[in-house]
Structures are given as structure tokens and as C-alpha cells.
């Protein structure tokens, strides 16, 4: 039988045969292209190849290609959805078309796969009779085996509002009639059928009052057919997409002058095919993960269809998981980290249903990295990162998700007592007459008094049900408080709550309930929804996304204030993109240049400009970095005989162009001057230093923290570094130590650092790493540290290898020293670290001894003795403050046996409300706890000014929370008047304010809200 493997080498060694490059697969992490969150297609490395951004390598590519598509998330389970696959893929960029592609194709299924042709049916777009004839007369495919389709199964792009565009031709391997879910339709009748869908779309826009004369209505397919969704009988193996047009943004097309060629053979199906089995489960792929599932749930793959779902999404999501995490995706709450996240937390809870209550992914996973790491080393390179970040993320879930069940348990049960309280609400004429002539704060103070009053009746529930509605009504109360935010007038207020109260409560976890267990509880929507579904409940996912953009909103409004951008000036620079800039800084920092584009300080062509004038000047030849890659670009001087421009930027806004910012400080210039355009050589090279510092860290992290670290990101400037990496945890004192250490150590044995050109696939078949930065053409620069005389191959070990366009030191022991300045998290998953490099550091730790020669003359002690001296000082202070905490609460339960005289009795509750004189909440409870004591039984409610803010404090007695008095209900409505909130237990609450004067109000509320809890 040929497995997986053989299939994918058979692909490129074939391909290779008839002169494509084979290409290495790219990260699922796209490069370069922030349009995309995963790499989903094998053609999406090449875009910039087909859009001509870049040069490819060679005209002729083949790769297989990693792709992951979340759209299939909730799919996986089935027998065929997957979520990570393999694309194998022939692409060519101007070279051969459908004559040579079909011909590929057809070979290779026919000769290399040796499958029967008699299985193959044929697939085109309806109008490709070029394809049609050529599968027809060329290959001899018979016609009732051809068939033709509309866009929607046979047409690609474009991809976005305007670019390429074609028609796609597919090759369906038939498993036979008696997999089919009926007859087979002709090839006439598909097309009809077709033809007739395309009517009734055309039909869709009528004019008002104009029947539509087929009402919508296609009627059922004809039968069986090579695009049928009802059965299995055929399964589409290769796509074939003719990019042969271009279509604009009114979506007429026009031919492109040098047309291309991108396919795809998904690996999982051809090894269904190829091994005879009935899904991609069964084939050499899955069966060691499948069998490695079920040794651990101890149930066997085949006996129940219930539990071989179950097998199987774990199964799926422990591959996808092992290869996202290897190409440097983490766990997290948005974008790719966010898928992490929900494959390993579906895969947790399919395993908690087949029985496994503790955390069981990372065997599966270490069984994914065994069965695949001959063909992708990076996994077993990368096993114990792989390993840690399922495991703590399978723990965390499995934390969070018992806590979030429960709620979500209780709100199910609670589904009709919770739609009558919404209803009784909805209905309350008190409501009504809340909102007249209100201002929204007072509107909003009104209705929480009201939701409140349903609170006694909940101590009469079952346990289940209480918990479930007052969890509606805390969100219902962050409803009104989020509602009174963004909303100022009374009425659209007030038709805002009516909407919350006329949801669907009864039949629907709605999206407040699905925003606050995700916020709260980290319960992720997606589960929410399957569990909703098993218990016959609709879920509002279009809420739940709603209140996440109304968060998001706020969360921005509450942070740092908008500053805006200029909007990009890239429509001015296109007219100098026929000025492509040859760039010499590599090898000069001075050059004889003309000028021939300028634009003003409005970013409008100007054919001259004088001094004072901010301008952007383009050059013909320039020695002046552009930004990019991280390093900011060059700055220095633009000068003729007559004339002098500052330079304060370089950037590239169109690739190849370069554009210096600056002002003229002396004389005048114009389109055609020559000028010497010169780099300050000293930011130039400190720039230089820090940029290969940041090679030096680089691999120093990989090399302390493991090979999973990848570039995220970075910032070289002049006097400072930012690098960003993937790692999961902080770096331990040890760790920053460490590679601080070993950064430094290179600098010393002052590596030669080697620069040379080379392709971009040979340059990482043989070691160089390209996980972050620009696209990539056919010539790359590749920066080698420690072996700039020795093939990389040669067997001796490089300190670092990268693919990088930045400027660099020619030896390591020009950077002069390496700095840690900090070391933190920017996101989950991420760390960033800030260094300095030469004087900055020299500067940096001359200044701290500096001030710890002064801290020792003030302390009166040799520097060697100061932190004996500071030591002796803090335990001179600790032990001042225990004894004025010790003072403080004597002279606290003095005061307290005064206050037990305010005791009020309400209907036969004993009530102590007060204000007190305390400077901590601890204080504060220590009082309530002599108090508590005192009464036996009762509610004490006390209140402080506490570094000028209101801080209440509410404790209620065992006795009194067994009868259904609740600390939290009376805590939250008191809360409310201080401008503030809290919460706690039934027995303890605490809550903190910003009205300090209104506390008094406060405090004298609560006898009255006993009353109502009585």
C-alpha cells in the first residue's frame, strides 16, 4: 500500500521531471499578507508571484503545501471535514496553460497513481469550451463523463473586489453506483440545470411589481453527478484554475497578457484513493492518532457513530493543534491564537465525554509529531514547546470550563423562569413611568431598584434555577449600565432595554449570555452552541458578535485617545514607480544621484521646491535605507552646489521605490538637479549594531529557549532594539541570564558576519531562517554569523543564519556590548524584549552605579554594605507598620462597641448600618467580624473613606444566608448610589465607589433592602 509519504514525494519528483522548482512549504502563518489569517490554500505563497509584486524563483513551481481552513471548525467530526491538510500543488507564472495542465494532470493519475481513467469524471466551467475539447479530443475523456458547471463550482477569484480571475476544470474519482444516492444525470441535464440557476439568479433583480417568473424555484437536481453533496460516490481530487482574466471592480473581465496556472490535490483524499478506503480516518494519515485516541478513552473506532465523532475531532485537532503551534501560533483570545484555542478546548471536552477527566491531548499530539516528523523536522524540533502549550492550555480549559459549565447548566435550566422575569419586567407599568422625563443615570438607578425587587422570590427556587436568574439579572444589570454609556437620550434608552427584555429568552441563549460567559468564564462561544444544541436551544451568535464590537468599542474609548493617520499617499508615489530606485547602501554611503520626483509638504508633485519646504525627494541612485524588515530608515543629507536637504526618513512605500523626507535648510532644488545624497555614517552604524543584535538574540533564544521562538516582530533604530518572539511564558531570571550571557559571549569571540546572495528555497533547504518580514524574490540576501568561509552544509555549526534585506557589522565584536533592558508580554503567546547595544549600554549601566554610589553616601554606608543597610531600614519599617496596624485595630474595636447602640431590628432582623473611621478594608472587616459576633444574628453593613474613595463593606450571618438573605444583592444595590460596584458570597461582599460623598446615603438604604429581602 503507498502511504501518505510516498504520495507527496511521487507529487514533486514528477513535477520536478517536467522542470517545476520544488518548493518548501511555507509557514501556516502567511508572510507578508495581513489579508489572510492562515495560510488556506497552496496557492497562497505564490500570490505575490501572480500578482507580479515579486519575481518568482522560476517560472515552473511545485510544492505541498500546509493549509488550515476554519471554516470546517465545526464540521470536523464528520467522516471527510478537515480543518489542517496538505495541498499538493503545480503552479506556473506566465509559462504553460490548459494544454500543459491537463496534460500534467491526467498523467499523473493515470500513470504515476495508475488509476483506472474509466473513474475519472471531468468537470468545467460552462462556457470553457477550450478545457471541454481538450479533455474530449486530446485526452479522450467520452462526453457523457464531462460535465459543466457554473461559478459557483468552477470559477476562482477574484480574490477581493478586483484582480486575476478564471475558470476551473476538476477531476472526480468515482467510488461507483452503489456508493450514489441516485441515477446518474446526464451531462445535459446538469447543464440545464445549471443554466436554469443562473436564470433565477439574473431573475433576482426585478423592478418593484414585477413577478419573478420562475419564483425562485429550481427544482431538484436531476440526479446524481460528479458535484453531488447528497453522497460519496465521487470525490473532486484536483482543481485545475485557468487564471487567464482580470476582472475590475465593476466586474467586467479582460484577458491577461501572460495567463497562469495553479492547482491543487488535496494529499488525504489521493491517500483515500489510493489506499481503497472509505474516508481520510481510515488511511495511513489518521489510523496511528486514531488508534492512539481510543487506547486512551478505551473505546474501539467503528463500534458506535456517536463515539467515533468524538474519536475523530480529537484526532483532527490534535494534528491541526501540533502543526499551528510548530509555525508559531500560541493559544489565545483573537485571530490565529484564537483558533489554537478552540481545537485544543473541542478536543478537551470530545475527551471529557468519552470519559477522560484529566489532561490526555498532548499524548495524542506526541503521536502527530512521531508519525509525521521524518517529513516535517520542525515538529520534533519544537516537540517540547509543542507539548507545554497544549498541556496548559487543555488545564486552563479544563479550569475555567467546570466553572463556565455550571453557569451555563444553571441558565439552561433557568430558560423559562428567566423569560418570565423578562416578560414581567417588559410589562411593568412602573417601568414606563421611569423613563418620562428621566435622565438616563437616574433611568438607569430606577430600573435596578426594579430588577431588584424580584430578588426575594428567588430564595423559593430551585438551587439550579436561582443561580441561573440572577445571572441574568447581574447581566441584565451590565446591560443598563453599558446602554447608559453609549446612550444619552431617555428614549433610546428605553427602547434599547425593551429590546434586551423582548429577546428570546425562553428558546435562545442570547448573546449577552454568550458575551458574558466568554468575558467571565473564558467559555468559548462555539461550545456554548453545541451544548445549547443538545439541549434544544437556539444560540445568537450575531448578539454574541455584536457585543463583542460594543466592548471593543468601549475598551478603545477608555484607552489611549485616537490620534488618527495621514492617509497613505500611495496614488501620488505610483507616478515614480516607473523610477524604480537602484538602492547602492550595501556597498556605499555616499552616491552621485539626480532628482527625479518631488512632492510638497500637501504630498502633491511639485517640480521644485525652496528652502523651508518639507519635501519627499526620489532619487535615481540612492545610498539611503529604506525602512523595512524592523530597521528604520537612513537618515543624513541630499546636497548640490547650491543647496542643502535634511534628511529625516527614508521609506519604500511601492516596492522598488525609494522616497527621502526631509526639509531644505539652504538654497533650491528641482526635477532634474544633480545632488550627492550621503548617510550619517554614525546612525548608520549604530543602527547596523543594533540590527545584528537582534540576529545574535535571535538565535540565542533559540537556543536557551528552544527552536519554537520565532520572530514576530521587530524595531531597530539608532539607539535602542525590539525584538518580539513567540514563547508562552516569561523568561525566568535565570533564562534572561542566560541569553544575555550568551549574546554577549558571541560578541566577544568576534564572529566574522558573511553576507551572499542566494535563492530563497536554497536558502532555507539549508538552514536559514525567514519566519518574519517582506516577501521574498527570486534573489535573497542570507546572513551568516560565525561561518562566513565554510558552506552551511559543511557540517559546522553557524551561530545564526537568516534571510535578511537589513544592513549589517562585518564581526560580532563591533557591537561592543548587549544589554537587557526588559523583558514582558504584548499579547498571548508574545514577548518582547528591549535591549541596548555599544555606549548606549555602556551608558546605561554606568548610570544605576552612579546612583548607588549616592544612595550610599545618603545612607551613610560603603556601596559593598548598601543592601545590608536597606535591609535593616525595611526591618526597621516592617516593624513599624505591625505595630500601627496593631494600634490601628485596638483603637477600630473601641469604636466598634459604640456602633452596636445604631442596631435597628427589621421585621425581627437584627440591622447595623455605619460609617466608620478605618484606613483599610481589612480594618473594616475585623470590625464587621466583632460585630457579626456581637449580634449573633443579623446584617451589618459598614462604610469608609479610604484614600478619598468610598469603599462598603456588607456581611450577613449563616443563619439569615440558609433563609435566603444574600450579602452580593444587598451589596450590589447599595453600590449603585456610591457611583461604583462590587461583589463576594452570599455571606461576605465588598464593593468600591467613586462618590465618597453620598456614602451616607448609601449606608441608609440598607435597612430598607433587608426589608425586601425578608
Given amino acids: 500500500m503507498v502511504d501518505g509519504n510516498e504520495i507527496r514525494e511521487q507529487f514533486l519528483r514528477f513535477f520536478e521531471g517536467k522542470a517545476h522548482l520544488r518548493m518548501p512549504s511555507a509557514s501556516l502563518v502567511p508572510s507578508g499578507d495581513s489579508t489572510l489569517l492562515l495560510t488556506s490554500a497552496g496557492m497562497v505563497p505564490f500570490k505575490p508571484y501572480f500578482l507580479g509584486e515579486v519575481s518568482p524563483p522560476a517560472p515552473r513551481m511545485a510544492s505541498s503545501q500546509k493549509s488550515f481552513r476554519t471554516t470546517d471548525i465545526e464540521n470536523v467530526g464528520d467522516h471527510k471535514h478537515l480543518t489542517f491538510f496538505e495541498m499538493l500543488g503545480n503552479f506556473s507564472i506566465g509559462d504553460y496553460f490548459k494544454t500543459e495542465a491537463i496534460d500534467f494532470a491526467w498523467e499523473f493519475v493515470t500513470q504515476w497513481m495508475k488509476l483506472d481513467p474509466e473513474r475519472f469524471w471531468v468537470t468545467v466551467y460552462l462556457d470553457d469550451d477550450e478545457a471541454y475539447q481538450m479533455w474530449k479530443q486530446r485526452i479522450g475523456v467520452p462526453e457523457d463523463r464531462i460535465y459543466r458547471y457554473g461559478k459557483s463550482d468552477n470559477w476562482w477569484g477574484p480574490a477581493g473586489i478586483e484582480g486575476p480571475c478564471g475558470p476551473c476544470s476538476e477531476l472526480h474519482y468515482d467510488f461507483g453506483e452503489s456508493r450514489g444516492c441516485s441515477p446518474t444525470a446526464s451531462p445535459s441535464a446538469i447543464m440545464e440545470w445549471e443554466l436554469l440557476k443562473l436564470d433565477e439568479d439574473n431573475q433576482k433583480v426585478t423592478t418593484e411589481g414585477t413577478e419573478n417568473r420562475n419564483n425562485g424555484d429550481t427544482g431538484e437536481q436531476p440526479g446524481c453527478h460528479p458535484n453531488c453533496d447528497h453522497c460519496e460516490r465521487f470525490v473532486e481530487l484536483w482543481n485545475l484554475v485557468f487564471m487567464q482574466f482580470f476582472q475590475d471592480q465593476k466586474g467586467n473581465l479582460s484577458a491577461l497578457s501572460s495567463p497562469n496556472i495553479d492547482t491543487g490535490m488535496g494529499l488525504e483524499r489521493a491517500a483515500v484513493i489510493l489506499q481503497d478506503v472509505r474516508n481520510v480516518y481510515e488511511t495511513d494519515i489518521f489510523a496511528p492518532i486514531i488508534s492512539k485516541v481510543c487506547e486512551l478513552t478505551g473505546v474501539g473506532y467503528g463500534d458506535k457513530d456517536e463515539t467515533d465523532r468524538l474519536v475523530r475531532v480529537i484526532a483532527e485537532h490534535a494534528r491541526g493543534a501540533a502543526f499551528l503551534i510548530s509555525d508559531g501560533v500560541v493559544p489565545g483570545n483573537d485571530g490565529r491564537g484564537y483558533v489554537l484555542r478552540r481545537l485544543i478546548r473541542r478536543a478537551a471536552r470530545a475527551g471529557r465525554k468519552l470519559g477522560l477527566s484529566r489532561s490526555f491531548l ?322 548608520r552604524q549604530n543602527a547596523a549594531r543594533n540590527h545584528t543584535a537582534t540576529h545574535l538574540l535571535h538565535a540565542a533564544l533559540r537556543d536557551i529557549l528552544g527552536a519554537h521562538v520565532r520572530q514576530a516582530g521587530s524595531m531597530v533604530a539608532a539607539d535602542k532594539l525590539r525584538f518580539d518572539f513567540t514563547h508562552i511564558q516569561a523568561l525566568t531570571t535565570d533564562e534572561l541570564a542566560s541569553v544575555e550571557g550568551l549574546v554577549n559571549q558571541a560578541i566577544r569571540e568576534n564572529h566574522a558576519i558573511g553576507i551572499r546572495e542566494s535563492t530563497y528555497t536554497e536558502a532555507v533547504g539549508e538552514g536559514a531562517l525567514a519566519f518574519f518580514g517582506d516577501k521574498y524574490g527570486e534573489k535573497v540576501r542570507v546572513v ?153 444574628s443579623g446584617v451589618v453593613a459598614l462604610g469608609s473613606i479610604i484614600n478619598g474613595r468610598p469603599v462598603l463593606i456588607v456581611m450577613v450571618t449563616a443563619d439569615l444566608v440558609e433563609k435566603g438573605f444574600s450579602a452580593v444583592t444587598l451589596i450590589r444595590n447599595i453600590a449603585r448610589l456610591i457611583g461604583g460596584g462590587g461583589g463576594g458570597s452570599p455571606s461576605l461582599a465588598q464593593a468600591g465607589g467613586k462618590q465618597a460623598e453620598k456614602l451616607g446615603e448609601a449606608l441608609a438604604e440598607v435597612p430598607s433592602l433587608v426589608a425586601g429581602q425578608a
Avoid at 436 to 462: H, N
Avoid at 577 to 595: D, H
Avoid at 849 to 859: D, S, V
Avoid at 883 to 891: D, G, I, K, V
Fill in 784 to 936: 551568516e554569523v560565525g561561518c562566513p568561509t565554510v558552506p552551511i552544509d559543511s557540517g559546522q555549526p553557524c551561530f545564526s543564519v537568516e534571510v535578511c534585506g537589513g544592513t549589517h557589522l562585518s564581526a560580532t565584536g563591533e557591537v561592543g556590548m548587549f544589554m537587557i533592558l526588559s523583558e514582558g508580554s504584548i499579547g498571548s503567546g508574545l514577548r518582547r524584549i528591549e535591549a541596548l547595544t555599544g555606549l548606549e549600554a555602556e551608558r546605561a549601566l554606568w548610570e544605576p552605579r552612579e546612583r548607588l554610589r549616592k544612595m550610599a553616601r545618603g545612607l551613610e554606608a560603603a556601596p559593598s554594605d548598601l543592601e545590608a543597610k536597606v535591609q535593616t531600614l525595611l526591618d526597621d519599617l516592617e516593624r513599624e507598620r505591625s505595630r500601627s496596624a496593631s494600634l490601628e485595630s485596638s483603637l477600630a474595636l473601641l469604636e466598634a462597641d459604640g456602633l452596636l447602640g445604631q442596631t435597628v431590628v427589621i421585621d425581627g432582623v437584627n440591622v447595623l448600618s455605619a460609617k466608620v473611621k478605618s484606613k483599610s478594608a481589612n480594618t473594616m472587616r475585623e470590625i464587621g467580624d466583632y460585630l457579626k459576633a456581637k449580634l449573633g
Fill in 362 to 683: 498532548a499524548s495524542v499530539v506526541e503521536t502527530v509529531i512521531n508519525h509525521v516528523e521524518k517529513s516535517y523536522p520542525e515538529l520534533d524540533a519544537s516537540r517540547g514547546f509543542i507539548l507545554m502549550a497544549v498541556t496548559r492550555e487543555e488545564e486552563r480549559f479544563i479550569e475555567t470550563f467546570d466553572s463556565g459549565l455550571r453557569v451555563l447548566q444553571a441558565l439552561i435550566s433557568s430558560r423559562e423562569t428567566i423569560a418570565s422575569y423578562a416578560s414581567s419586567i417588559a410589562q411593568s407599568g412602573e417601568l414606563m413611568a421611569t423613563w418620562e422625563d428621566k435622565d438616563p443615570i437616574v433611568a438607569q438607578e430606577l430600573m435596578s431598584g426594579l430588577v431588584s425587587k424580584f430578588d426575594a422570590s428567588l430564595k423559593k427556587s430551585d438551587a439550579h434555577v436561582r443561580q441561573g436568574t440572577e445571572y441574568f439579572l447581574e447581566i441584565l444589570g451590565q446591560q443598563i449600565h453599558l446602554a447608559s454609556r453609549m446612550l444619552r437620550e431617555p428614549e433610546a434608552l428605553r427602547r434599547k432595554f425593551m429590546n434586551i427584555l423582548e429577546s428570546d429568552w425562553a428558546h435562545c441563549v442570547t448573546g449577552y449570555e454568550l458575551y458574558r460567559l466568554y468575558d467571565t468564564h473564558g467559555f468559548p462561544p462555539e461550545e456554548t452552541e453545541e451544548i445549547a444544541f443538545e439541549h434544544g436551544l437556539a444560540v445568537d451568535m450575531m448578539g454574541f458578535r455584536e457585543q463583542m464590537r460594543i466592548h471593543g468599542e468601549i475598551s478603545k474609548s477608555d484607552g489611549a485617545q485616537f490620534l488618527g493617520s495621514p492617509q497613505a499617499r500611495i496614488f501620488q508615489y505610483q507616478a515614480f514607480a516607473a523610477n524604480e530606485t537602484r538602492f547602492v547602501g550595501y556597498e556605499s554611503l555616499e552616491q552621485t544621484s539626480i532628482i527625479v520626483g518631488i512632492l510638497d509638504s500637501e504630498g502633491e508633485p511639485a517640480s521644485k521646491a525652496s528652502q523651508g519646504d518639507s519635501v519627499e525627494i526620489v532619487l535615481q541612485d540612492t545610498p539611503f535605507y529604506p525602512e523595512g524588515g524592523g530597521q528604520v530608515g537612513d537618515v543624513g543629507q541630499i546636497s548640490s552646489a547650491t543647496g542643502k536637504i535634511d534628511i529625516v526618513d527614508s521609506h519604500s512605500p511601492i516596492r522598488g521605490l525609494v522616497v527621502h523626507k526631509g526639509e531644505i535648510s539652504r538654497g533650491m532644488f528641482a526635477l532634474g538637479d544633480k545632488v550627492c545624497a550621503a548617510v550619517d555614517p554614525k546612525q
